[in-house]
């Protein structure tokens, strides 16, 4: 079925609410958004066509790669945001069990943002904020933050730390980087 640009199938019975147009899915299913190119399983998903679908023990797999998981994820179909909280965890090719307290996947840019609490085991990082740019293969850890790649880095709250990937692996991290370097990340590391 299609419900406002994304094509939802159903595990099991669905409960409309005339009045609003709400669907809930208790038994959960799928919803794949092709034009933002992310699909998502959940257990249990609400669906406000062309505004919001909100899911629990919820897995989004992103066409660029990733896979994002948590126990709540709320995609805002008007904003163009997927935010997850709760036992969540990202990972692609280039960052490994990334844990946070809230990741947001920007749908129309592909920025991933990563805040609370941020570790990853590959690279072994932590951090306030990650911000990472798919386009670019680039992404800035926000301080107070700690990395072991190289002879290693840290930064004190405020700071910043710029990454180059080059493929999967991390080719570069770049301490104390230039406003210029900085400036695409800025609106999403507020």
Sequence with gaps: MNFGGLNVTPRGAQNL???TG???MPQGGTATDNKGGLTLS???????PGEVLSAQGATVKIKRGGTLSAAQVTYDLKAGTVTATGNVSYSDARLSSLTASRVVLY???GFVVASGS???SKPSLSGSTLAFDPNTMQAVLAGPFQISHGQGAAGPAGSRLLMTFAGNALLN?????????LARFNPYLK
């Design 107 to 109: 749908v129309k840019s």
């Design 173 to 181: 991290a770049t301490p104390r980087p230039s406003a210029d370097d």
């Design 42 to 48: 959940a257990s249990r998903m609400q669906l406000k």
């Design 118 to 120: 941020v570790k990853a």
């Design 17 to 19: 609410n005339l009045e």
């Design 22 to 24: 709400a669907t809930d």
